[in-house]
């Protein structure tokens, strides 16, 4: 680690503000914090109920900069001129935003010397929006990666800075993703800015018409819809595996579906979408409008995520051949 106290001012690091909420951002935060750059401020959403007792919690940016004793800001917003006085008197060189969720007025991108960065986890202008990672699994993209932005008054919109490419294996869920993009980033993050302040960077504009939206994940968009192929609900599976966690209905009970396999078929079922048409020790098989679904770890109502064979061992009565799992677009109320 650098001994920022004895760097000469040739080497000297960026006064940087860190803006960021989630486990995502605070690995970023910790790359910055491990280099020769100075974070002088974070700025980080407010505290959010959690837990059993429902108390209010800090998110792990927040966490993280109150370990290494950097001042913490939680504005509801950023968009009044006290907020803009108060960035202005930290004299930043830079603002480097990951995974923050409040939007940067105008004023405050203007407002660090060097403008405001933002670490964004997809190959720009793919997927813009709060969930790049999971709906690039969904779409069946081969390859997904980081892309540093400056940041500009749009969603992002801005000139990229530089790329990192990252491949999406056939196994990926929405977690193990998250977890390589978020090391991909976060280890050339330094780097990247040192070449910022060298100014050997050169801003690329994006191609708008190639844009997508990267809506953010809500639960009822989880449910298994059978009436797709088979490949589709995989995918669905592995992106919203660990949240929100796709499910289906076995009569009034909700089931969750943790991991499964599609199984191509050029032979028309003659079951229904939803129906179990095939069980074994290592998976439940569930008809779709095309091909098979391979259910492999399950979670039922009240308990753990099992696999298949150690769901079968107790529940086998309610898993034959025959039995059809139900979409009830009603359910999300339920959730």
């Not at 801005?158 to 990192?164: A, F, I, N, Q």
């Not at 088979?230 to 499910?247: G, I, M, S, Y």
């Not at 995520?305 to 109320?333: H, I, M, N, W």
Request: net charge neutral; with cysteine.
């Amino acid at each position: 680690m650098t001994d920022k106290a004895s760097t000469s001012p040739e080497q000297a690091g960026l006064k940087i503000i860190f803006a960021g909420t989630p486990e995502f951002a605070a690995i970023h935060l910790q790359a910055l914090l491990d280099s020769h750059h100075q974070v002088c401020a974070v700025y980080t959403q407010p505290d959010r109920k959690a837990g059993r007792g429902r108390k209010l919690q800090p998110g792990p940016v927040k966490a993280l900069a109150l370990e290494h004793n950097i001042p913490v800001f939680q504005p509801l917003s950023l968009r009044s001129e006290e907020e803009e006085q108060s960035m202005a008197a930290l004299g930043a060189d830079l603002m480097v935003v990951v995974a923050y969720g409040l939007i940067l007025p105008t004023a405050i991108l203007n407002t660090p010397r060097l403008g405001c960065v933002n670490v964004h986890a997809s190959l720009l202008p793919r997927w813009r929006g709060a969930a790049p990672i999971q709906r690039a699994i969904l779409a069946g993209d081969a390859e997904t990666g980081i892309c540093y932005m400056q940041m500009d008054e749009g969603l992002d919109t801005g000139d990229v800075l530089y790329r990192l490419h990252c491949p999406i294996n056939a196994s990926e869920t929405g977690g193990s993703l998250h977890d390589k993009l978020a090391q991909l980033g976060s280890e050339q993050l330094a780097e990247v800015l040192g070449l910022l302040k060298e100014g050997k960077l050169e801003a690329q504009p994006q191609d708008n018409d190639r844009a997508n939206y990267a809506s953010k994940l809500n639960k009822a968009e989880a449910q298994l819809d059978w009436h797709q192929d088979a490949q589709t609900l995989e995918r669905q599976v592995r992106a919203f595996n660990p949240w929100p966690v796709t499910f289906t209905h076995l009569d009034k009970d909700v089931v969750r579906v943790w991991q499964a396999k599609a199984r191509a078929t050029n032979k028309a079922s003659e079951a229904l979408p939803g129906t179990i048409v095939a069980v074994s020790k290592q998976s439940i098989d569930v008809a779709c409008a095309k091909g098979v679904l391979c259910l492999e770890v399950l979670q039922l109502p009240g308990g753990k995520a099992l696999s298949c064979e150690q769901v079968l061992a107790s529940k086998k009565d309610r898993l034959q051949p025959g039995v059809r799992f139900t979409f009830q677009p009603s359910s999300e109320k339920r959730h």
